[in-house]
């Protein structure tokens, strides 16, 4: 049961376009949502993050779009550089018991900018 | 200075053998989990511990046992390895139990062969 839906599995795009990677949920009980990156050979590094009483948040290159009606949010990379090249993952965090909480990831999305 | 390590980087071994991943975090967190990543790279979690206390324990086989020593360390012993076992399996630290910023470490590849 994958609680965090993520496309595409793969995306490659020039250098200097948009990428844009979109996910999606339906447990309703989460409210926090970050995006993780992570380079090959290491661990995956938070990236940028949102709360569903925002529709957007911009951080540089980086902007995460939330539509909390249709429970769906996105990361888009505006001028996407070679050094972007990265596996991409969404993941959508909820409260397990009294203060702990549990991160769910999407399935990630492999990122190619081409010089 | 190395944030959360894990030893060792690569772990090539049989089927039935019994072999332990090690974890430590020099950022002071109190909360410390291990992840697993399969050949697709989904990302997983098996086990979380706060302050030494386990919190999180997902559908792990039981062959699969966290050690936490003190907060700064959480180790993991895998016995009697299978062929599914193989996977690389992430550390990971973070402040607290609220919506803090997990810290991976870079990952142990375990190959069963």
């Known amino acids: 049961q994958q609680q965090v839906k993520q496309s595409p599995q793969s995306l490659i795009v020039q250098k200097g376009g948009i990428s844009i990677i979109n996910c999606a949920y339906e447990?309703?009980?989460?409210?926090?949502f970050p995006w993780y990156q992570q380079f090959p050979g290491k661990g995956p590094a938070l990236l940028i993050a949102?709360?569903?009483?925002?529709s957007e948040k911009k951080e540089g290159r980086f902007t995460i779009s939330f539509n909390k009606s249709a429970k769906q949010f996105s990361l888009h990379i505006m001028d996407s550089q070679p050094g972007d090249s990265a596996t991409y993952f969404c993941a959508a965090s909820s409260t397990l018991s009294g203060s702990a909480r549990q991160l769910t990831f999407g399935s990630g999305t492999q990122l190619t900018v081409l010089p | 200075d190395t944030a959360v390590s894990q030893t060792p980087k690569y772990l090539v071994t049989q089927m039935g053998n019994d072999k332990s991943i090690k974890c430590e975090q020099n950022l002071g967190h109190d909360t410390m989990y291990w992840y697993k990543q399969d050949s697709k790279k989904f990302l997983k979690i098996m086990f979380s511990?706060?302050?030494?206390?386990?919190?999180i324990n997902e559908t792990v086989p039981n062959r699969f046992s966290p050690k936490s020593p003190d907060k700064a360390h959480l180790n993991l012993h895998i016995n009697s390895l299978e062929l599914g076992d193989s996977a690389v399996y992430f550390c990971?630290?973070?402040?607290?139990?609220?919506?803090?910023?997990?810290?991976f470490g870079n990952g142990t590849r375990l190959t069963v062969t």
């Open positions: 990971a630290s973070s402040p607290g139990l609220g919506n803090s910023p997990l810290h």
């Open positions: 511990y706060n302050n030494k206390e386990l919190i």
């Open positions: 949102i709360r569903p009483d925002v």
């Open positions: 447990n309703t009980a989460f409210d926090y």
